[in-house]
């Protein structure tokens, strides 16, 4: 059973702080990693994707993976309160016709003006 | 971006009818989308894998009768919820997986909320 685990949250942060979002999963051939946001009732959207060991950086959010921990995390720099949602890792074991994606239960985020 | 619709956004439907909710994918081609269920405050639930021309695939659980996906092409594939009833309930939302590249990025339909009454 393929399992992703998210922090139980909720986590709150305070404005312009840096919120610290994990991932662990247990597939260790997965190959490619996501984290989607989603505000409360919509659906989610994309963030970041990242396949490579390292970090990546896009505007105020950076996404790091450590494949030999099997470990995933999302940074938001300078949090606003817009950013409060709902964030959802999501790893996919394999490419290819067949695969799809295994969902974190999801940590709400709320940052405090 | 990848931009993935899906219509209707709301429907209110009364118990037995049936109920069919078309996800397109505009500026791309999806060989395969996905349908997910997902219930207030739960995460989402995928329900089966739709692959253009050929039938979907059910996760364990789901009901193939009931809910009966069509993928007639590279853009569009639908969920039709059968004689549907009160339980059925929820929001539902497409994902499409684009084609070439990392081609196991899926991007989310804006999601149907089914009332059954």
């Known amino acids: 059973q393929k399992e992703v685990e998210q922090n139980s949250g909720p986590l709150s942060v305070p404005e312009g702080a840096i919120a610290s979002l994990n991932c662990t999963y247990s597939?260790?051939?997965?190959?490619?990693f996501f984290w989607y946001r989603q505000y409360s009732g919509k659906s989610p959207e994309l963030i970041m994707s990242?396949?490579?060991?390292g970090d990546k950086e896009d505007g105020r959010f950076t996404a790091q993976l450590n494949k030999a921990s099997q470990y995933v995390s999302l940074l938001i720099r300078d949090s606003q309160p817009s950013d409060s949602a709902t964030y959802l890792c999501?790893?996919?074991?394999?490419?290819?016709?067949?695969?799809?994606?295994?969902f974190g239960k999801g940590i709400t985020l709320s940052v405090r003006p | 971006g990848a931009v993935v619709s899906q219509h209707p956004s709301r429907v209110i439907c009364k118990s037995g009818t049936s109920v069919k909710i078309e996800c397109r994918s505009l500026?791309?081609?999806?060989?395969?989308m996905f349908w997910y269920r997902q219930f207030p405050k739960q995460s989402l639930m995928l329900m089966a894998t739709?692959?253009?021309?050929?039938?979907?695939?059910?996760e364990q659980g789901v009901e193939k009768d009931k809910f009966l996906i069509n993928h007639a092409s590279l853009t569009l594939s639908t969920l039709t919820v059968t004689s549907a009833h009160p339980e059925d309930s929820s929001f539902y939302i497409c994902?499409?997986?684009?084609?070439?590249?990392?081609?196991?990025?899926?991007?989310f339909g804006p999601g149907t909320r089914l009332t059954v009454l």
């Open positions: 990242i396949y490579s060991n």
């Open positions: 994902s499409a997986r684009a084609t070439g590249g990392h081609s196991d990025t899926q991007y």
């Open positions: 597939d260790r051939v997965s190959q490619s």
């Open positions: 500026d791309f081609q999806a060989t395969t």
């Open positions: 739709s692959n253009e021309g050929s039938k979907a695939t059910y």
């Open positions: 999501a790893v996919n074991g394999y490419t290819g016709a067949n695969s799809k994606l295994t």
